[in-house]
């Protein structure tokens, strides 16, 4: 029963990464966390082990989304160059950072981060430029380091971040969507990797887990996420770019909820 649980968190977590490029952590990691509770895992390691699934998880569907949107040449390469160098030791730092953390001091974090992301989504779009304006190297490798850092500290895989900042900077909201999708792919593989040996001797993990990973999780949830990550790309290319800013701001928010008040 659980496993079809997993599956059907992956079919919606998968359709999202294609449709928002955030890699379905936003979605993921709480309803993990939801899901880990019913089943009485210990509740020092359910929201680490949450984190640590879901960028293992989004390894996999970035990588399916990210094809899509590069297909539909909607992969800013330029952009992916700069971010690259700030992104993968961000990846490190931000999961390492969250095994010192607590479970319950996790989710207020998290819910606490999705609730400025949605509202600057929502209430804030004059930040938005008119004019593209990309930061030299050291201000994009410099944001890259913190949305690798954020990201990997609450399993969201880096579009929560990226879209924002890429659509600040005068990058199209398509572009921003496309882009983050393939940054996902580093700052999940080495997050994961790092969960993996973070986790590797805390005390209360269930079987069926390595470190900060429950496989049994992983595999519903991939299953499902693939076939679903292009029909989300897909259909991102037929709304309009407030609309996905006002969907995107909104998920973020009913997650950010859950987990401040859940």
């Known amino acids: 029963m659980s496993f079809l649980i997993f599956a059907a968190i992956g079919a919606l977590a998968g359709f999202l990464a294609g449709l928002f490029g955030i890699?379905?952590?936003?979605?993921?990691?709480?309803?993990?966390?939801?899901?880990?509770?019913?089943?009485?895992?210990?509740?020092?390691?359910?929201?680490?082990?949450?984190?640590?699934?879901?960028?293992?998880?989004?390894?996999?569907?970035?990588?399916?989304?990210?094809?899509?949107?590069?297909?539909?040449?909607?992969v800013r390469v330029d952009c992916l160059r700069k971010l690259l160098p700030g992104l993968i030791p961000g990846a490190m730092l931000g999961v390492v950072v969250g095994g010192q953390l607590s479970g319950p001091v996790m989710s207020l974090l998290l819910g606490g981060f999705f609730v400025a992301v949605a509202?600057?989504?929502?209430?804030?779009?004059?930040?938005?430029?008119?004019?593209?304006?990309?930061?030299?190297?050291?201000?994009?490798?410099?944001?890259?380091?913190?949305?690798?850092?954020?990201?990997?500290?609450?399993?969201?895989?880096g579009g929560t971040l990226s879209v924002p900042f890429l659509e600040w900077r005068g990058v199209s909201m398509r572009s921003a969507v496309g882009t983050s999708s393939a940054c996902g792919v580093p700052i999940a593989v080495i997050g994961a990797v790092t969960a993996v040996v973070v986790g590797w001797h805390s005390p209360g993990l269930p079987h069926g887990a390595t470190g900060y990973i429950y496989w049994p999780a992983f595999l519903g949830i991939v299953l499902m996420s693939v076939l679903t990550a292009r029909l989300g790309a897909r259909v991102a290319h037929y709304l309009s770019e407030r609309w996905l800013k006002r969907i995107f701001a909104v998920l973020l928010l009913v997650m950010a909820l859950k987990l401040l008040f859940g």
């Open 23 to 74: 890699g379905g952590g936003a979605v993921i990691v709480p309803l993990l966390v939801l899901t880990f509770g019913v089943l009485g895992f210990s509740s020092e390691t359910i929201v680490h082990l949450a984190t640590g699934t879901s960028l293992a998880t989004i390894a996999i569907t970035s990588l399916s989304s990210a094809r899509a949107h590069f297909i539909r040449r909607c």
């Open 119 to 157: 509202l600057k989504l929502l209430i804030a779009p004059g930040l938005a430029r008119d004019k593209e304006r990309l930061l030299p190297l050291p201000g994009m490798a410099g944001a890259g380091g913190v949305i690798g850092a954020v990201s990997s500290l609450f399993g969201v895989g």
